[in-house]
């Protein structure tokens, strides 16, 4: 495999973890309160941590966002990876 697909293949195994992660998170919240997370409530709870945390979540997001736009760019024609990227021969 090759390394750009098995990172993004990490990527997505991560993205799909976070995700199942929330939903279950939720999920089990709203069955003991009845209500959805309040986000007041969540940032309230994490107290000093907060500012760190939205500031890794929103680089992960630049991350996720820089990662679609390589991925669409590339898929465009005559698309030539900034740096000079490895030529390969097309049969």
Do not use: C
Not at 11 to 27: D, M, R
Request: proline residues 5%.
């Amino acid at each position: 495999m090759e390394k750009g697909a098995e990172r993004a293949t990490l990527l997505w195994y991560g993205l799909l973890v976070w995700f199942a992660a929330n939903l279950l998170s939720q999920s089990l919240y709203m069955g003991t309160y009845g209500v959805p997370y309040d986000a007041e409530t969540v940032i309230r709870a994490l107290g000093p941590y907060y500012v760190p945390i939205l500031f890794l979540e929103s680089l992960a997001w630049i991350g996720v966002g820089g990662w679609l736009l390589r991925s669409t760019l590339r898929r465009r024609p005559g698309f030539e990876p900034a740096g000079g990227g490895v030529a390969h021969a097309v049969d």
